[in-house]
């Protein structure tokens, strides 16, 4: 099952947003944006937004925060003549986790930390790693493998671009995907008929064992999974943590559905244009550190959300090899399935998605997953 999204009109969304940008900008302006700074060189006021809050919550936009915006302030400051102010917007204070995409296409912000679970059609090929269930745990080799199949596919990048009007910096990611619940199992056959949320393109992980799939935001999980909303998910240790949801679902199974890409860091081309030519050097170098660097952050992140989880009495447990294997098996194809829907899209699938399991291929997978 995949997400559906309802959504307004393209045109009057898109028009919505450009009327708010074209706002926001007036007010940023006459509050100093855009002047000259005091050395003579250009200030450069911009704004950086998430759906997810930062602060503690999940590894992509707390990296974003402790590293992304002071690294490129501290380095246009040091290298150039001009001086960069970021104003940082998490928790969807200026787009909301849907339309994120959006806003950054409309300059609503400057550069956003899309994420690609809750663009499924708009960025369907963005979503590969989720086609490829019980891949790597290892969120370096994930966004290693993602690059790879970028880097052999440049049309992508620049459909991002001519379609969505910005451009890709950075990859991000997250750990390895595992169940968390409000009640204990020890076989697959009990969680059947039990309602369980994931983020959307993998939900489908879902099918064989019989579990009732229920969209969910993870903002929203805390008090989901508290009222019954719905009775587990398919989490990722860090944001486990993170949003608290250990109390109210205090069993976590490392089924190892695996790491994934989740998003990127991605800025308007509009403002790309107008950054003078060495700060756009700058934000690429810094963009690419940062894809190469949150990896490790992420498994740091995860370890620690772990024994957070130990400590705190929630009860932790793997499930065995056996069982995982059985779980891919029962899976349908679904990289193969996803690939030949892209291609009808007429988006490169087949190329992409065999790009991406051939970059991952030292991963030694339960099911060996075939592009047919």
Request: aromatic letters at 10%.
């Amino acid at each position: 099952m995949d997400r559906v999204t309802v959504q307004a009109p393209s045109m009057v969304r898109a028009a919505t947003m450009a009327l708010a940008a074209i706002l926001l900008g007036l007010v940023f302006a006459a509050c100093g944006g855009g002047e000259e700074a005091g050395g003579g060189g250009e200030k450069i006021s911009l704004r950086l937004g998430a759906g997810h809050p930062a602060g503690g919550a999940i590894t992509y936009t707390n990296f974003s925060q402790d590293f992304l915006v002071p690294e490129l302030e501290k380095r246009v400051a040091a290298e150039t003549d001009s001086t960069l102010e970021i104003s940082e917007k998490y928790a969807g204070t200026l787009a909301p986790l849907e339309e994120v995409l959006e806003g950054t296409e409309a300059g609503l912000l400057d550069i956003g930390l899309v994420p690609y679970p809750f663009e499924p059609s708009n960025l369907f090929l963005w979503n590969t790693s989720y086609y490829v269930p019980f891949g790597s745990p290892d969120p370096n080799l994930a966004i290693e493998s993602f690059r790879t199949a970028l880097d052999a596919n440049p049309e992508l990048a620049q459909d991002l671009e001519e379609r969505w009007n910005q451009k890709l910096l950075g990859l991000a990611g997250v750990g390895n995907y595992g169940l968390i619940t409000t009640f204990k199992w020890d076989s697959v056959s009990q969680l059947r008929g039990k309602k369980i949320s994931a983020a959307g393109p993998n939900l489908p992980w879902l099918q064989p064992v019989g579990a009732v799939p229920v969209q969910g935001v993870l903002n929203e999980w805390y008090t989901s999974l508290d009222t019954g909303v719905f009775e587990g998910g398919i989490m990722f240790p860090e944001a486990t943590v993170g949003f608290k949801l250990q109390e109210v679902a205090p069993n976590y199974t490392e089924t190892n559905f695996g790491a994934t890409v989740t998003g990127g860091i991605h800025v308007n081309l509009d403002t790309w244009d107008d950054l003078p030519q060495d700060v756009r050097t700058i934000f690429e170098e810094v963009g690419r550190e940062y894809e190469a660097k949150i990896g490790e952050q992420i498994s740091k992140d995860a370890e620690a959300a772990l024994e957070t989880m130990r400590s705190g009495g929630a009860a932790i447990r793997e499930l065995p090899e056996q069982e995982q294997a059985s779980w891919a098996s029962s899976l349908p194809n679904i990289p193969d399935q996803r690939a030949k829907e892209a291609d009808q899209k007429g988006l490169p699938g087949s190329k992409f998605i065999g790009d991406y399991l051939q970059a991952m291929s030292e991963f030694d997978f339960p099911r060996q997953w075939k592009i047919e």
